[in-house]
């Protein structure tokens, strides 16, 4: 199941950003054209509502930027994701305002589910302001990160 950053239920980042997609060439990296961005966002903190088909334990993967963050499913335990958390296939994004940036895959654990919904929850870190946030994948089966790209090839 693929859900896209920019659509969370509620988040607080604001609007515009530095690393903000300019132009189709910036966009054609992100897996929709946008993301979930913002320089100097300090108490950034979102959710997104999962409709989970089917039960069972799934991989969770995050698309951003190498962001430090803490993440939880479902209200658990609390697990953390900084630059140094393993991030792979890394894509260039060329900002032309900052300069270029990295897109990379990083699969945070595993997770339980239940058919029925589900929430992510994201939230900052004090003293880590950045927030990068591209999409996420929750899979059952082996996923090898390939840019933008679902596991179905699209």
């Not at 300019?22 to 509502?49: K, T």
């Not at 958390?85 to 990295?102: C, E, H, I, R, Y």
């Amino acid at each position: 199941m693929w859900f896209e950053a920019e659509d969370a239920a509620e988040n607080n980042v604001p609007p515009g950003g530095v690393f903000l997609p300019d132009n189709a060439v910036e966009q054609e990296v992100l897996s929709n054209g946008f993301w979930v961005q913002h320089h100097n966002a300090p108490a950034m903190a979102a959710f997104w509502e999962v409709n989970v088909a089917e039960a069972g334990t799934c991989s969770l993967w995050c698309r951003g930027g190498g962001a430090t963050f803490r993440w939880r499913w479902n209200g658990g335990r609390w697990g953390l994701c900084t630059e140094e958390s393993g991030w792979v296939n890394p894509v260039k994004m060329d900002d032309f305002a900052q300069g270029p940036t990295l897109v990379s895959w990083i699969c945070l654990g595993q997770v339980d589910v239940a058919k029925g919904m589900h929430m992510l929850e994201v939230e900052g870190i004090e003293g880590e302001p950045q927030v990068n946030l591209d999409c996420w994948l929750l899979t059952k089966g082996p996923f090898v990160p390939d840019g933008r790209r679902k596991p179905d090839g699209t």
